[in-house]
């Protein structure tokens, strides 16, 4: 009796793009697919095949092949082709949560409408996986996960199946495909085949499973037609006198049939999977293309952070909720998110497609909320008589007490604004810009006629102390006045400082005072630029170059208003300006620098912006953080719904060439939105829009935020961090010189001192740096602002109230996920989270409010509030549903 029973599972790895472009993969696709299904058709044999787990083939291919649906439909129903629960294979390291869960509902929801979502969370090539995939596959009622990168040889503790475990403590049935998707691709009954390749391959798979006698055995590789053969040769293969016994089969029956005993596998690894001993990783392809990571956190934020909840809202006050265009906006950015276009490791025609993918998404989600804020206002100025209003939307489900950005449009060149009950809100004038009004076209009896429109303000305002209701709105009449409260500009000064925080420049350093606590961190802020002799996978510093970090900076300006002080200051880094000139040493570039910081009344934080115009080519950027803390041991980052911590050295990292690892473990990591030190006395972080990439240097206590690299290449042989072959495509060279980032470039982050660690404050003020607000003036000044205003459209609500909360959540130590429309019906699904060490209890409150449960992620299974309190436990998440008064979704 054979010991080792093999499954040979027929798949193809489907890039949606890549060296190519996704019009090349969906011809592809569609020849691939009707091929595959004949075959399956023809043998009965052939048991079934795997295309990648992605529900976007589906989209594709039924776009040119609508007439086949029902035959599709039937094989995966029967379990023949095999397609979900993703809708694209998203790189889970580089996109928001909220990402994640959106493209597993797509794609298990696709999946099953057309007869069945595969019960894997299958993970074959993303380079690093999320910490808490286990438990959000669970919650898609997801039973098992099958995986490629990220796990240590020595965690596996002899066998490739093992539990896999979020911090929430939720875990799923994981089996590590220890050679890749691959192994089987050429698989042949050939005798020297089995000899010098099929054999030592299932001998090692052996060695590594010691408590199953069932073995898996990937076949398939990147865009591959369907291999006919398989059927005959696995029965050639068991004719044959041997050890093994092979089966024709796919992922779920492998899973089910290998843990089918329970408590057979006990081996427990926990959270996050980013080693790189096997598997490259590529850590630093998080700072490549850094245009398309802030495109996409601009793209994110615009959708989960401001139309969602907006939309929600405005659904409840009777208005429509846009679900078509954001399922179509949803879609493109899950084309964006699989780990190839995320990752920015492609030809530069596709990376163009990806940006211009962005842009439209942005384009749509600012039409859609030019649409709801107009109808809205228009709304309210209707009820309350007042035609010069401003309505400010805060899209928390907590009350909001601070400062709030405007751009108002007025008359006169003095003005001020008044909140709901008639008080004057206080500001500072930010900028103020006079336009002139133009022609306008009036038609009379005798012909058109053009006459002068008058000129008008456009003023960027900072409004005071205003008060906005959680998950809701307020609105403010704009009012002529005497004069305004303008920044003025402190010619003598070298300081700035809110009620929280002092920034100072002292011969050329910039230091930071946390006034609350008396910490003074000095020389905060300088560049670092070094060579990077890689490609558009990962970073590869050049055998002796010599780091260029910035000297003094030079103070340019310091305004200061009543609740708003800002500095403008320059760095210029003198460097070579390619490879050839690092390894001559011959400096000639000039790299300027301009930075603005920004203190706003109330905030622990420095908000900072800097601008690049990039000529120089072949190296990386990074700004260097002073931390209050020495010589630390770890960094943290969130990650899904908590915290995670990180070694500042990697304990694998000493002889890693000697031992054989695919690739150095640098302590390079990424972050979501924060990431920062902290010691027993001190905390310090940055909160970041679209930058992904940070190291904590131990030597120093700087945190090092990657800004970008500028490379010229897909892929490179032989880089220092990564020995031999080229990443991806390794038998051509193509060139990328978009990748070389010789463009403008902006960052946004800031910069947080404070205390010992308390994770909600982390998070709140992670909350506050994001906004999470948005606005909307009603006037007929300018109708270019907002692209859909000069346009007429239709108001089909009257009246609403000049303030309204659609819910409000009573513990601040509950954090907000999201707000949307449930997938399915007229209720609206809110997550919320808790990232602290202790269970929290909250009560949802509203006037609206009808009815509260709670449901899975793939909001299924509601369970109904008894007594309306609901407990998070720690380092967990809820996802509510709320059935709500009012106006209905139409």
């Not at 691939?32 to 004949?38: A, F, P, Q, S």
């Not at 596998?265 to 700072?287: C, M, P, V, Y």
């Not at 102390?465 to 920044?487: C, H, K, R, T």
């Not at 002073?626 to 980052?637: I, L, N, R, W, Y």
């Amino acid at each position: 009796m054979k010991k080792k029973k093999v499954y040979v599972v027929p798949h193809s790895h489907w890039d949606r793009e890549w060296y190519f472009t996704i019009e090349d993969s969906n011809l592809l696709l569609v020849e691939n697919m009707d091929r595959l299904m004949d075959v399956l058709e023809q043998d009965e044999e052939y048991s079934g095949y795997v295309f990648d787990a992605q529900s976007s083939i589906l989209d594709e291919y039924l776009k040119i092949r609508p007439e086949e649906k029902e035959r599709l439909s039937r094989l995966i129903a029967d379990k023949r082709i095999f397609v979900g629960p993703w809708y694209t294979q998203a790189d889970s390291l580089l996109i928001h949560k909220e990402s994640l869960i959106r493209n597993l509902l797509y794609g298990t929801r696709i999946a099953e409408k057309m007869g069945h979502s595969m019960n894997v969370g299958y993970l074959p090539d993303i380079f690093g996986q999320n910490q808490y995939l286990p438990s959000i596959f669970k919650q898609f009622d997801i039973d098992y996960s099958i995986l490629q990168r990220g796990v240590y040889t020595d965690e596996l503790k002899g066998n490739l199946n093992f539990h896999w475990t979020s911090p929430d403590g939720e875990s799923i049935k994981a089996n590590n495909i220890y050679f890749g998707y691959g192994p089987g691709k050429f698989l042949s009954a050939d005798q020297d085949y089995q000899k010098e390749r099929l054999l030592p391959i299932l001998d090692k798979l052996a060695e590594l499973n010691q408590d199953t006698d069932k073995l898996l055995l990937p076949a398939g590789g990147d865009q591959v037609l369907v291999r006919e053969h398989f059927p005959q040769t696995v029965k050639a293969l068991n004719e044959q006198d041997g050890e093994y016994e092979y089966v024709l089969s796919d992922f779920e029956t492998f899973m089910q049939d290998t843990w089918e005993e329970e408590g057979r596998f006990t081996n427990t690894i926990d959270g996050e999977l980013i080693a790189s001993q096997k598997s490259r990783i590529h850590n630093t392809i998080r700072s490549q293309r850094y245009d398309i990571k802030k495109l996409n956190d601009d793209a994110e934020d615009k959708l989960i952070h401001q139309l969602e909840p907006l939309a929600s809202i405005a659904s409840i006050l009777g208005f429509r909720y846009p679900q078509a265009w954001l399922d179509e906006m949803w879609k493109m950015m899950f084309d964006v998110h699989a780990h190839d276009s995320i990752g920015g490791c492609n030809s530069d025609d596709t990376n163009q497609e990806i940006v211009n993918r962005l842009k439209k998404v942005i384009r749509m989600a600012d039409g859609c909320l030019n649409l709801l804020k107009k109808q809205v206002t228009e709304a309210i100025s209707h009820s309350t008589g007042k035609e010069s209003i401003y309505v400010a939307f805060h899209l928390l489900p907590e009350p909001y007490q601070g400062q709030h950005s405007a751009v108002l449009f007025t008359k006169e060149k003095e003005f001020k604004v008044a909140d709901e009950s008639g008080r004057s809100v206080f500001f500072d004038l930010i900028k103020q810009e006079y336009i002139s009004g133009g022609k306008t076209i009036v038609v009379t009896a005798d012909g058109e006629k053009e006459v002068d429109a008058p000129g008008y303000y456009r003023n960027e305002v900072l409004l005071h102390d205003v008060s906005l209701p959680a998950m809701g709105y307020s609105a403010f009449e704009i009012q002529s006045a005497e004069e305004n409260s303008s920044l003025i500009s402190s010619a003598d000064e070298q300081m700035i400082e809110n009620d929280m925080l002092q920034v100072t420049v002292e011969n050329g350093t910039l230091n930071v005072l946390n006034k609350k606590t008396g910490l003074r961190v000095a020389d905060v802020l300088r560049f670092e630029d070094t060579a990077d002799a890689g490609d558009s996978y990962d970073y590869s510093p050049l055998e002796g170059d010599v780091p260029v970090y910035s000297g003094e900076l030079e103070l340019v300006s310091v305004k200061k208003g009543n609740r708003s002080e800002e500095m403008e200051m320059a760095h210029t880094l003198v460097v070579p300006a390619g490879l050839e000139g690092r390894k001559q040493r011959n400096a000639t570039e000039r790299l300027h620098i301009s930075t603005r910081l920004h203190l706003l009344g109330g905030e622990p934080f420095v908000r900072i912006t800097h601008h690049i115009k990039n000529s120089v080519g072949d190296h990386r950027v990074r700004v260097l953080l002073k931390t209050p803390v020495e010589q630390p041991e770890f960094s943290f980052a969130d990650q899904g719904f908590s915290l995670i911590e990180r070694p500042t050295v990697n304990p694998y990292f000493e002889n890693w060439r000697e031992k054989g690892y695919a690739e150095a473990p640098v302590p390079i990591y990424p972050l979501e939105n924060l990431a920062g030190t902290a010691n027993g006395e001190h905390t310090a972080a940055i909160f970041s829009k679209g930058i992904k990439e940070y190291q904590l240097l131990k030597e120093t206590g700087e945190h090092a935020l990657t800004l970008f690299r500028s490379v010229g290449l897909l892929g490179r042989d032989h880089l220092a961090w990564r020995p031999g072959r080229a990443s991806g495509i390794n038998n051509k060279v193509v060139l990328t010189p978009d990748a070389q980032m010789k463009q403008d470039m902006q960052f946004d982050y800031a910069y947080y001192v404070s205390g010992p660690l308390k994770e909600t404050e982390l998070f709140q003020a992670a909350d506050q740096f994001r906004g999470h607000q948005a606005g909307y003036q009603k006037q007929s000044l300018n109708t270019f602002e907002e692209r859909l205003d000069r346009f007429e459209i239709p108001y089909p609500v009257n009246e609403l109230p000049q303030r309204f909360s659609l819910v409000q959540n009573s513990n601040p130590h509950v954090r907000f996920s999201a707000l949307k429309k449930a997938h399915d019906g007229q209720a609206l699904i809110l997550r919320l989270f808790n990232p602290t060490q202790q269970p929290q209890a909250f009560m949802l409150t509203g006037e609206e409010l009808k009815n509260c449960s709670i449901v899975q992620l793939n909001e299924k299974h509601s369970v109904e509030l008894q007594d309306g309190e609901v407990v998070i436990q720690p380092l967990s998440y809820v996802s509510l549903k709320l059935e709500m008064e009012g106006g209905h979704s139409k």
